[in-house]
């Protein structure tokens, strides 16, 4: 079945400098990739998602990129800000066009804004 | 439009008893699906509904959770009896249809952290 890996698992970053998690997948059969963002007890919410057919996608501060050849799809944040600090989850689907459209996730990252 | 919902949104209970969650999905939407996250690992697929149909089961890890949802709206899973091993957090999620939107989202209520101690 689908595996995903999601690197790094902590990660501490200056107010203003970029963080960047990525994540690889191993069934090519998936084609939906949403990222969800946790924060500190309260639900995760998606943040940006990304189909197999685009290769970049971008909302305002952040970014994912998609490599369908090597598997991985990454999350980039700009200028980051105290209020990015969350659990970041990669997940992994075959959407509505597969027998399931469960997602798969990632173990997450904690991401730290120092202000 | 309200979110999706869960109750309650913590439960402690002995090793050997019965826990029940409830999720109730945001309105209209016919897709609705179980996650279990232990311990600071990934959250883990349990189940997916297709209004009151079980369209995919493969995530319940034994015998002893039991998911309903009568007249396909609200849903409940039930432990019987409770485990060391089950403690987590358990997330209800709750998507459209597929031919009415064509849109993947889920979304996600806020959780269950369920304790057996």
């Known amino acids: 079945g689908e595996n995903v890996e999601q690197h790094p698992s902590t990660l501490s970053v200056q107010e203003g400098d970029s963080a960047v998690i990525k994540c690889t997948y191993s069934d090519s059969a998936s084609n939906y990739f949403p990222w969800y963002k946790q924060e500190l007890g309260k639900r995760p919410q998606l943040i940006i998602d990304i189909r197999s057919n685009v290769g970049e996608k971008k909302d305002q501060r952040i970014a994912v990129t998609l490599n369908k050849t090597a598997k991985h799809f990454s999350l980039h944040i700009t200028e980051t800000q105290p209020e990015d600090s969350a659990v970041y989850f990669c997940?992994?689907?075959?959407?509505?066009?597969?027998?399931?459209?469960?997602?798969?996730f990632g173990t997450g990252t904690l991401l730290a804004v120092q202000p | 439009e309200a979110g999706v919902t869960q109750f309650p949104s913590h439960s402690v209970i002995e090793k050997g008893q019965t826990v029940t969650l409830r999720c109730d999905p945001i309105s209209g939407h016919d897709n609705l699906y179980w996650y279990r996250r232990v311990m600071g690992k990934e959250i883990k697929f349990l189940l997916h509904f297709v209004k009151e149909s079980k369209q995919d089961e493969s995530g319940m890890p034994n015998n002893r959770f039991l998911a309903e949802r009568t007249g396909g709206t609200y849903s409940t899973l039930k432990v019987q009896p409770a485990e060391l091993e089950d403690s987590g957090v358990y997330f209800c999620?709750?998507?459209?249809?597929?031919?009415?939107?064509?849109?993947?989202?889920?979304?996600f209520g806020p959780g269950t952290r369920l304790t057996v101690l």
């Open positions: 997940a992994a689907s075959m959407g509505w066009g597969g027998a399931t459209n469960k997602l798969i």
């Open positions: 999620a709750s998507s459209q249809d597929s031919a009415a939107s064509s849109t993947d989202t889920q979304y």
